[in-house]
Nanobody
């Protein structure tokens, strides 16, 4: 129901855009989150956007570099990643939490997960 794509290899300072296509049910009352997990580390919150009203939240580590957006007509959420750093290397996951609610920064609050897409940033 969530399909993430767009990962790949980028150089430090470069950009990538991830997409998360939602299907199979309505996510209109959801908050859509992006998380990432680097090798040997726990999954961490990257950012989130509420589907209905577009409120956005970001982790401090990506604030000012990453931007989340959504296209309601395409049922797709995007993560634009600029000024990439080697420490951004991870598998990135999109997820949906229904309903919106609180604690949107916690992975275990999310109900649906995409399969993950690998982002590798070389120095």
């Amino acid at each position: 129901q969530l399909q993430a794509s767009g990962g790949g290899l980028a150089q430090a300072g470069g950009s990538l855009r991830l997409s998360c296509a939602a299907s199979g049910r309505t996510f209109s009352n959801a908050i859509m989150g992006w998380f990432r997990q680097a090798p040997g580390k726990e999954r961490e919150f990257v950012g989130a956007i509420s589907w209905s009203i577009g409120n956005k939240y970001y982790a401090d580590s990506v604030k000012g570099r990453f931007t989340i957006s959504r296209n309601n007509a395409k049922n797709t959420v995007y993560l634009q990643m600029n000024s990439l750093k080697p420490e951004d290397t991870a598998v990135y996951y999109c997820a949906a939490k229904i309903p919106y609610g609180s604690r949107w920064y916690l992975a275990n609050e999310y109900d649906y997960w995409g399969q993950g897409t690998l982002v590798t940033v070389s120095s």
